[in-house]
């Protein structure tokens, strides 16, 4: 088929089938993938509606903060948003640290570091949240 | 050739002949373009905003918190220093949104050609600037 003695030499069996199916360099796939898709979808209407909702915050008192979040429309779409908001932020910097950070252990810490802080101040924004509007 | 990573470079030529495939010059060598300051500044501005979400757990977690620690962060977000992280928060926001728009069109397979390409990366530049410009506009006249 082909003339392979002055080419690379090859020594890997595994099919392209097999390099292709769950790889990209999260070595997860397209699942990651499909997650920060479907948040920054979720994220074009919340972001702006935050948006729109922090400058008519501009310097309220914190009775006024709470007073915004007790109504339930407000409350749910800040939680809304917070949870697309960390979810994309984890993907997003992970997704910066497995294409830059080629050093395993360093790899391996950040991502461990990115998953634990995006969790924790995912927690504290929702619990404040829940804390001032219920 | 004993990994993947080597083994993805390995590609057949046209007369079925298994060739190393050449490496890509890396980002120094090329002109810059609209297209690639707006792909690099996806990047940066989603790490900034990530950055940005600290002010915003402090904000929240003040609010739960007391009159004190709500004070302190109404205080320090007022400051010239804290006005300039906001500013650059809603301009990398507003970057990243823009271009997050364009990512979900590529998704669904539109806006790869070239005159597409260049266009909208023009217009993620001008509408990010434009809608930064708005909301503090608007926000300084409700303040």
């Given at each position: ?7 690379p ?6 099919s ?11 070595h ?5 993938w499909?997650g920060h ?9 919340l972001?702006?509606?935050?948006v729109a ?6 310097g309220?008192?914190r009775?006024?903060v709470a ?5 339930p ?5 800040m939680?809304?948003?917070l949870?697309a908001?960390?979810h ?5 910097l992970?997704?910066v640290v497995?294409?830059?950070v080629?050093?395993p252990?360093?790899?391996f810490t ?16 929702i619990i404040s949240v829940?804390?001032l509007g219920l | 050739m ?5 083994a ?8 079925g002949?298994?060739?190393?495939r050449p490496?890509?010059?890396h980002?120094q060598i090329?002109r810059w ?5 707006v ?5 940066v501005?989603g790490?900034?905003l ?8 402090w904000?929240l977690v003040a ?11 109404q205080?320090f ?7 300039f992280m ?6 990398s926001?507003?970057?990243?949104f823009?271009?997050g728009l364009?990512h979900?069109a590529?998704d669904?397979?539109?806006g790869?050609e ?8 023009w ?7 434009v809608s ?8 300084l006249?409700v303040w």
């Amino acid at each position: 088929m082909s003339d392979t003695r002055n080419g690379p030499r090859v020594d890997m069996l595994r099919s392209p089938l097999g390099r292709v199916r769950g790889l990209g360099s999260a070595h997860r796939g397209a699942v990651t993938w499909w997650g920060h898709m479907l948040t920054s979808i979720a994220l074009v209407p919340l972001s702006l509606w935050f948006v729109a909702s922090m400058i008519r915050l501009a310097g309220a008192s914190r009775e006024d903060v709470a007073l915004w979040l007790t109504h339930p429309l407000p409350l749910a779409l800040m939680l809304l948003l917070l949870v697309a908001t960390f979810h994309h932020m984890k993907h997003g910097l992970e997704t910066v640290v497995e294409d830059y950070v080629h050093q395993p252990i360093g790899k391996f810490t950040l991502l461990l570091v990115i998953k634990g802080v995006s969790i924790l101040l995912g927690l504290l924004c929702i619990i404040s949240v829940l804390r001032l509007g219920l | 050739m004993k990994d993947v990573r080597d083994a993805l470079y390995v590609a057949r030529n046209t007369d079925g002949k298994l060739v190393r495939r050449p490496m890509s010059p890396h980002l120094q060598i090329w002109r810059w373009t609209p297209a690639m300051a707006v792909s690099i500044m996806h990047r940066v501005t989603g790490v900034g905003l990530a950055l940005g979400t600290l002010l915003m757990t402090w904000w929240l977690v003040a609010a739960a918190t007391s009159d004190r620690a709500f004070a302190n962060v109404q205080w320090f977000l007022g400051s010239v220093i804290g006005m300039f992280m906001l500013f650059c928060w809603t301009l990398s926001l507003m970057l990243h949104f823009f271009s997050g728009l364009r990512h979900i069109a590529w998704d669904a397979g539109w806006g790869f050609e070239n005159r597409a390409y260049r266009g909208t990366s023009w217009f993620v530049i001008g509408a990010g600037i434009v809608s930064t410009l708005v909301i503090w506009i608007v926000g300084l006249i409700v303040w």
